[in-house]
Each structure stands twice: as C-alpha cells, then as structure tokens.
C-alpha cells in the first residue's frame, strides 16, 4: 500500500496548527515549528502515520496523543481474521479471532497487579493477549487447548517497528466457543526454526539441538546471559538468549552442544532483521528432553544462523535470508558516502554536519556502496552492499575506490571497470529484505555476507570458453 506523503505532511502542518491555537503548544514559534517540520520530512519515509503524530506529541510537544479505538459498533467489527494476517495495518479496527488456547500464563507485576496471559493460536500463527486485575483472575484458569472466540482490536503501543499489542477493551469479547460450535482448529503444535523466522511469534516452544554455546557474558549493568544456537528437525537454526541470570547460570551449567532441550516458553525477537529467541522474563525455562529425540547433526553456520534458505521469489519485507545468486547487474551510481568518523554512526556527512552528531570533527570517512540486481536463476531482487564487503567484491579498499572514483568523476565509467569483477559470477549470499519505500516500494535486499563460489564459478568460465571457441 503506498503511503501519500503530501497528504501526510498536510495533515502533520494541521495537526501542528491546531495545536498551536488552541494553546496547547505553549512557546512554540513558527521557527520552531519550521525546524521540526524539516526533523519530521527525514523520518515520514520510515515512520507510520500514527508513529508521526505521537512522535510529535510525545517528544516534541509533550502531551500524550490517546491513540486507542474509538468506539466502534459491532457492524463495524471486521469479520475473522487469521492470526497470521494479524498486523498493524489494522490499528483501531475491531478484529475477530477463533483459536485455540496454547498457554496460560499468570502472575503479578511488582506493585502486586495480577496479570494473565493467554496465547491463542489458530494454526497460522501465535499471538498473546493479556488481562490485568479481575479480568485477569477471572481467565487465569481457562484450560490449554479450548477455542476461544475473540473480538478485539490491534493497538500499537510502540513509537516504531512492527510490533503490536492484541486487545479485547471495552467494545469486545472473550468467550469459550462450545464444543458443538466450535470450527475444526489444529492441535497446537511445535512452530519449525523456519516457521519462528517468517511468522515471529511472540510466545515459542521449541524441541531442539544445541550446536554452539558460549561462555556466559555480561551485560552493561554486569548481569550475566547466556548465548548458544540450536538447530530442529529440519536443519534450521537460530540463536537464543537468555537475560534471567538464574536461568542463565542453570542453563550453562547444565547443558552442553550435543544435548537436546525444550526451550518452553521463549518469545522471538526481531532486531535489524535478525529473528533469534529470548527468555521470557522469568517465565520461561530450558528442559532436558528425555529420551534425547533423534535431530539431525547441523554445522554452526555463524551470522548466518539466523537467516532463512529461500528462493527470492518467496521473500517478503523482513526475510533475513540465505541464498546462492549471481549479480546481473551493477547500477551506476556514486560507489561511496561520505560518512561520519564518528564511531559506530554509519550516517552521511554533508558539509561537515552528519544527520545525528550534529557538526563533526575530522574528516568524513568514505564508505563504500554498492547497488544492482541479483538473480537467483528464476527471480531478480535488487540488492545494495555497504562497507567492506564492497571491498572485498571489488578487490580495493575504501580509499582506492574515493581515489579512482574521484579521478574519474562519473559513476557508470567507475562501475563499468569492475563489472567483469562481478557480474555474472556467483556467490553464496545472506542478506536482509526491505521495502524500499524511497523508491517505488519494491523489494531490496541488503546483503551482509557474499561469499564467491569460487570453484563453481571457474567451471562456469571454463565451460563458457569452450562454448565460445566452439562458435568461433
Ligand atoms: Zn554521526
């Protein structure tokens, strides 16, 4: 779905109008106004409309922008969705839900709130929802594995990214569907490593195989976690976390790489387009599976643990994904930025300021980039590559590339000497999908990892030559 951006800076200036003469935006001046205005324009492109408006109330005016569902008569409601369709996109439209209960989880929080979480699955995904006070008392005891029917509504509660709360509120329901009514539902089952990447559920129980484990770590505030990757039946793998220190501490000392465990209770995590697994609070706990299951032996893949073998024609915005491609294209554009030395900052530097530190010391430091199409042998996707990684592609660093680049002043005369290089080779590759919403919203992926099959690649050549002098 394209966004309006006009439309929407449009309705951002009434917004910031009206708030403004009704006198809740006390001091504000038209300069003041016209600086965020400019902050605003930067993050339209990756901001949802409703992040905007409470990104402006929130940090910029200081009052708190009520975001919950209006009130909507039950014609309104829309008819059942499945949990896997579940999404943003429907923020403050009622919802129906039919699913089965896959966990109950209760507690209190530290001032004493009885809370209860039940996770509802429906054979297409998991999603939790959670009661507080007598709500919460009053499902604590629901039983695994009844259907549930829901009428609700999807509320975002974070500034950014794609996560959202499910909620029943004032206008919806939470009934036990009897039995003679009740929809053919799968039995819950276990989600596949691959099912976990693609539909990121919040609420994982997984049977799995520990290939790698490392020694404990420490947090910034000197708490002690514990990192390892686990595989499944079908290869997979992915990395886990666990942040509770007890559950940290029991978990390394009791298991070992080789040893198959239930991780009962984890929630997935998604940070920079890495889905790996965590702790759920205390409430989760790592479970000697005995008799040990057979699971295949699997080698550590490194990085790549977390991405997911696919075809390209299958990814999706978010796929952190492995694939063997060959670059088809590259596109002739400027093969570095001038980046800001300021440690970690990666953002532009444009005369002497950078989008985030604000005016910089020292020089910009280029950074090389890359962008064409890669091809699978059945799809293209376009891709970009940053950093080293272009280096190495290209077989020069970062300076050389400023150097030759700058000698030559024109990027399709640049591109053009390397193109043999690259093009038409093959290689295994890792990346990262994202919507590119800057640019007519297709697809790009970018690659963090591009190894040349340098075996398949000689073959290729040879058999091409052949080919050649064949014809010739
Ligand atoms: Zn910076």
């Known amino acids: 779905m394209a966004i309006n951006y006009d439309e929407l800076k449009k309705n951002i200036h009434?917004?910031?109008?009206?708030?403004?003469?009704?006198?809740?935006?006390?001091?504000?001046?038209?300069?003041?106004?016209?600086?965020?205005?400019?902050?605003?324009k930067t993050k339209l492109r990756i901001m949802s409309d409703n992040a905007i408006m409470r990104f402006i109330a929130t940090q910029k005016c200081g009052i708190k922008v009520h975001t919950s569902i209006e009130p909507v008569d039950g014609a309104e409601f829309r008819k059942e969705v499945k949990i896997k369709d579940m999404s943003l996109a429907m923020k403050k439209k009622g919802i129906e839900v039919t699913a089965r209960v896959a966990r109950v989880d209760t507690g209190k929080t530290k001032k004493e709130k009885d809370f209860t979480t039940i996770t509802l699955d429906d054979g297409t995904g998991s999603v939790p929802i959670k009661f507080w006070n007598e709500e919460a008392l009053k499902y604590a005891s629901i039983q695994k594995g009844v259907i549930v029917h829901v009428r609700g509504y999807i509320d975002d509660p974070f500034m950014d990214g794609d996560q959202f709360d499910f909620k029943v509120g004032k206008f919806g329901h939470f009934e036990v569907v009897d039995d003679s009514e009740a929809p053919?539902?799968?039995?819950?089952?276990?989600?596949?490593?691959?099912?976990?990447?693609?539909?990121?559920?919040?609420?994982?129980?997984?049977?799995?195989?520990?290939?790698?484990?490392?020694?404990?770590?420490?947090?910034?505030?000197?708490?002690?976690?514990?990192?390892?990757?686990?595989?499944?039946?079908?290869?997979?793998?992915?990395?886990?976390?666990?942040f509770d220190e007890p559950l940290a501490n029991k978990f390394f000392k009791t298991f070992n790489v080789g040893d198959a465990i239930l991780l009962d209770n984890f929630s997935s995590n998604v940070w920079k387009n890495l889905v790996s697994l965590q702790n759920n609070w205390d409430k989760s706990s790592v479970k000697q599976v005995t008799p040990q299951v057979a699971l295949p032996v699997v080698e550590y893949k490194g990085k790549g643990a977390n991405a997911i073998e696919k075809d390209l024609v299958d990814v999706k915005d978010g796929d952190n994904v492995r694939f063997v491609g060959m670059f088809t294209r590259l596109y002739a554009t400027k093969p570095y930025y001038d980046m800001c030395p300021n440690d970690k900052c990666y953002k532009g530097v444009t005369d002497g300021f950078c989008a985030k530190c604000g005016e910089v010391e020292g020089d910009p430091i280029p950074r090389p980039r890359l962008g064409g199409t890669i091809t699978d042998g059945e799809t293209n996707l376009k891709f970009s590559i940053m950093g080293d990684i272009v280096e190495t592609l290209l077989g020069i660093n970062a300076n050389q590339i400023k150097e030759q680049f700058d000698a030559i002043g024109e990027a399709k005369a640049f591109i053009e000497n390397f193109a043999d290089r690259v093009q038409g080779k093959w290689y295994r590759c890792e990346g990262s999908v994202k919507l590119d919403k800057a640019y007519r919203g297709d697809l790009d992926i970018m690659l963090n990892k591009v190894d040349e099959i340098v075996e398949f690649n000689a073959q290729t050549k040879k058999i091409t030559e052949e080919i050649k002098e064949s014809l010739a």
Not at 16 to 36: F, M, N, P, Q
Not at 197 to 224: A, F, M, Q, S, Y
């Open 14 to 40: 009434e917004f910031i109008k009206t708030e403004i003469s009704e006198g809740r935006l006390e001091g504000t001046s038209d300069d003041v106004y016209a600086e965020w205005h400019e902050d605003f």
């Open 184 to 242: 053919e539902l799968p039995d819950i089952k276990e989600p596949t490593i691959a099912e976990i990447k693609t539909n990121r559920p919040k609420h994982v129980d997984l049977t799995c195989k520990i290939i790698k484990k490392d020694e404990l770590k420490e947090t910034k505030n000197g708490k002690k976690y514990a990192s390892f990757a686990v595989s499944d039946a079908e290869g997979e793998q992915i990395f886990v976390k666990i």
